[in-house]
């Protein structure tokens, strides 16, 4: 199983970045699918999830900004990212799991002020 994350890139504060993330090597669909992401010196920590169901669940720093989805027939999960802050500065990690977790390579995400 493999998670390959793109869309990531430079951009200025108050600007929008949509991520998305590619399963391969699998025929299951993942019971969850989500963001983390890390910044510099920083621990990693929880951007958003979404279930199979579509339902959502958001780190309170992004709650309003971004908005997480899912299209199970392609196996892919997306992040819109609006309203960019410098603090959101990070590598973005995807992740699906089922009875395991599988993760991303990451993505860099960098906000100028």
């Known amino acids: 199983v493999q998670l390959a994350e793109s869309g990531g890139g430079l951009v200025q504060a108050g600007g929008s970045l949509r991520l998305s993330c590619a399963a391969s090597g699998t025929y299951f669909i993942f019971d969850r699918m989500g963001w983390y992401r890390q910044a510099p010196g920083k621990q990693r920590e929880l951007v958003a999830t979404?279930?199979?169901?579509?339902?959502?669940n958001y780190a309170d720093s992004v709650k309003g900004r971004f908005t997480i989805s899912r299209d199970n027939a392609k196996n892919m999960a997306y992040l819109q990212m609006s309203n960019l802050k410098p603090e959101d500065t990070a590598v973005y990690y995807c992740?699906?799991?089922?009875?395991?977790?599988?993760w991303g390579q990451g993505t860099q995400v960098t906000v100028s002020s």
């Open positions: 979404v279930s199979s169901g579509g339902s959502t």
């Open positions: 992740f699906g799991a089922i009875s395991n977790w599988y």
